[in-house]
Antibody, heavy 113, light 108 residues
Framework: QVQLVESGGGVVQPGRSLRLSCAAS????????IHWVRQAPGKGPEWVAV????????YYADPVKGRFTISRDNSRSTLYLQMDSLRTEDTAVYYC??????WGKGTTVTVSS | DIVLTQSPGTLSLSPGERATLSCRAS???????LAWYQQKPGQGPRLLIY???NRATGIPDRFSGSGSGTDFTLTIDRLEPEDFAVFYC?????????FGQGTKVEIK
């Protein structure tokens, strides 16, 4: 079945960078758009970004536009999220999601001095 | 962007009672692509309902979804102790995806 495993989270200071990865299996990765969704402590989920099946199109939520970059490597069935100029409000669990019924378990990003 | 407003914020009920949760969209949700999730502390969201009224695999039939357009409802018949959690609605028919702020169903 579909499996999505996020990694790369951690504690980082404001203004620094972090790169998240999402390793996918159990489906034909190259045929699906994939999203990053985050959830800050005590808050509801928030959509972050999406990339088309072939990587040619990307879209971002306004709070991360210009700071985050979503990308994918279809040969490795892996999704990435490059996060630059991190802010304290980026603190959240980050999930990769292919569809409403396919979420990873998430990786935690904490931005704190 | 479509704004999803959930009500009430908190629902205090006893096991065996019925829970009725509302999700109202600021504009019509395309193709009724509206999902409901349950989330317990320390866990990720668990899909309950997709496309407004379809139960996800393995979800008990005491959970049901209804609605279309801008008004959607999640009903939980005969609450079980394990049902108490936070519930979120999510629309995926329009870009960008958006989520409601959540309804907490707590034990009275």
């Amino acid at each position: 079945q579909v499996q999505l495993v996020e990694s790369g989270g951690g504690v980082v200071q404001p203004g620094r960078s972090l790169r998240l990865s999402c390793a996918a299996s159990g489906f034909t990765f190259s045929e699906f758009a994939i999203h990053w969704v985050r959830q800050a402590p005590g808050k509801g989920p928030e959509w972050v970004a999406v990339i088309s099946f072939d990587g040619s199109k990307t879209y971002y939520a306004d709070p991360v536009k210009g700071r985050f970059t979503i990308s994918r490597d279809n040969s490795r069935s892996t999704l990435y999220l490059q996060m630059d100029s991190l802010r304290t409000e980026d603190t959240a669990v980050y999930y990769c999601v292919t569809s409403v019924d396919a979420w990873g378990k998430g990786t935690t990003v904490t931005v704190s001095s | 962007d479509i704004v999803l407003t959930q009500s009430p914020g908190t629902l205090s009920l006893s096991p065996g009672e019925r829970a009725t949760l509302s999700c109202r969209a600021s504009q019509s949700v395309s193709r009724s692509y509206l999902a409901w999730y349950q989330q317990k502390p320390g866990q990720g969201p668990r899909l309950l309902i997709y496309a407004a009224s379809n139960r996800a695999t393995g979800i008990p039939d005491r959970f049901s979804g209804s609605g279309s357009g801008t008004d959607f409802t999640l009903t939980i018949d005969r609450l079980e102790p394990e049902d108490f959690a936070v519930f979120y609605c999510h629309q995926y028919g329009n870009s960008p995806w958006t989520f409601g702020q959540g309804t907490k169903v707590e034990i009275k």
